[in-house]
């Protein structure tokens, strides 16, 4: 009997899964893997840490095999994520992915950048947005609400803890997924400098 997709707490089985997923959506939405030849990296950045230090705030879409194909991630709280993100997570990856000595040369070196310097997470303009997410779908699987269920599932859990609003940080190369965004009701917050990303926020409010 087939078992339809459904949105479920991330467990520690899932996480090579979560690891290639995000490396096969880690370009604009896109396979990242011909571009960070070690594919240990963009998940140590932008995925592993979340259900390593927040797991209670990891939803994964499972495909009704037990195989997760998505994910949604989150930190309830920006400031206290990205410290202990230094205290915590760094150290577990340092040895593997040294801290830079030299401006950045290569698309991995400037991403070893981004690993080592969490404090750029927390800006003062995103002070009424306190969490963060991330989310991240295998194309097969995009386009048919799943992504929506998943947000869903951590704006709740966000609400849950207390957290009234959430934002996120995108490349503004990813059209599709700025389109995403709009439809579940984000709006695009004014954050200065920002570079080629959007920083995109909404409450934690979710339709009854």
């Not at 951590?154 to 995108?170: I, S």
Request: proline content about 8%; hydrophobic content about 40%; some cysteine.
């Amino acid at each position: 009997m087939e078992t339809r997709p459904f949105v479920r707490s991330y467990e520690k089985t899932d996480r090579d899964r979560v690891a290639e997923i995000c490396v096969r959506t880690a370009h604009e939405g896109q396979d990242s893997s011909q571009i960070y030849p070690d594919h240990d990296l963009m998940p140590s950045i932008f995925a592993l840490p979340y259900v390593e230090l927040e797991p209670e705030l990891a939803f994964v879409l499972d495909g009704g095999d037990g195989q997760a194909v998505g994910y949604v991630l989150g930190a309830a709280d920006t400031a206290g994520f990205a410290d202990r993100y230094r205290a915590d997570w760094l150290p577990r990856v340092a040895d593997r992915y040294p801290a830079p000595t030299r401006e950045a040369r290569t698309p991995s070196e400037e991403m070893i950048g981004l690993l080592h310097t969490p404090e750029r997470m927390v800006r003062p303009e995103l002070d009424a947005y306190p969490a963060h997410l991330h989310i991240d779908l295998l194309p097969r699987w995009q386009g048919n609400g799943h992504g929506r269920t998943l947000m869903w599932a951590l704006l709740d859990a966000l609400r849950g803890k207390g957290v009234d609003a959430v934002h996120l940080c995108m490349v503004q190369a990813n059209r599709p997924a700025r389109a995403f965004y709009d439809r579940l009701g984000f709006e695009e917050l004014a954050v200065s400098d920002p570079g080629p990303v959007w920083y995109l926020g909404r409450s934690t409010r979710t339709p009854s």
